[in-house]
């Protein structure tokens, strides 16, 4: 007996068939899995989390997700999207914000950045800061209205007075760029000759010399970990902080490459929470 396939009862199977295998689909994705943290975090900070996250993934049998950017840009984006799980800018500041706006629900202090200048090795390094207006000289900063670092030098120039000019012969002489990692990358291919960076970045330039300026002194990038209101797992978006936290994890990690620790630490057995 031939079936007819036709009939509206197989047209609804169908479509049923269709939808619940679409549902699978989008479960099976690997954010929506409970089991996977996704993670807005500034560029500069890139290299200790990605190494903190590879062990924390091996560990836990967890998936993490990265969005890296400029602090500034993340916090739209985080803030426009609605979802995500971890929030980790170049400075405390951006959290100051996404508090004020509802966005997070606990923050965690984990190390301390400071600014300097990153030397191409075309050029002789910058000995003081009337050196940064030398009409040969190109240099790099990072965008203020997107990266951390521009920000909190366009904050602490302006307060001697000295951001406005610097800014107009960065645009005239040099570049502005999206992130940190960014301006580091120009000066050492040599599209710029000196760049403004964290040092935790020049860290990982180190054939190239820096410059500690009296001006930049003041320039700190405080980094902290926080859990957003819009986590979908409260409970694994804590356990990554703390191993981000933890003696001989993510600490130690942090110190590896070039940051400042925090004072307080999370002990091994707080990660078995």
């Known amino acids: 007996m031939k079936m007819n396939t036709t009939h509206p009862f197989f047209a609804v199977l169908l479509v049923t068939s269709i939808i619940v295998g679409l549902a699978l689909k989008l479960m099976l994705s690997p954010y929506s899995k409970s089991n996977t943290l996704k993670i807005y975090c500034a560029a500069a900070l890139r290299p200790p989390l990605e190494n903190i996250a590879r062990e924390f993934e091996s560990r836990f049998d967890q998936h993490i997700e990265f969005n890296f950017g400029g602090s500034q840009t993340l916090l739209s984006n985080l803030e426009t999207t609605g979802d995500g799980d971890l929030f980790i800018p170049a400075d405390d500041s951006y959290l100051q914000l996404a508090e004020q706006r509802k966005l997070i629900q606990q923050i965690f202090p984990i190390a301390k950045m400071h600014a300097v200048i990153l030397n191409s090795k075309d050029h002789p390094p910058i000995k003081n800061f009337a050196e940064l207006f030398d009409v040969k000289l190109k240099l790099a900063q990072a965008n203020p209205d997107a990266a951390a670092i521009g920000n909190l030098t366009r904050n602490a120039l302006s307060k001697i007075n000295r951001w406005g000019e610097l800014k107009l012969h960065t645009e005239k002489y040099g570049s502005f760029h999206a992130t940190v990692s960014e301006v580091a990358n120009a000066v050492e291919l040599g599209a710029a000759d000196a760049g403004i960076v964290w040092d935790t970045v020049a860290f ?70």
């Open 204 to 273: 990982h330039y180190p054939k190239l010399k820096i410059s500690k300026l009296p001006e930049l002194d003041k320039i700190q990038g405080n980094v902290s970990i926080a859990i957003l209101q819009s986590t979908r797992s409260a409970k694994l978006a804590l356990k990554f902080a703390f191993f981000c936290k933890a003696r001989d994890r993510g600490r130690e990690e942090f110190r590896q490459n070039g940051f400042q620790i925090t004072d307080d630490e999370v002990l091994p057995s707080q990660l078995d929470r």
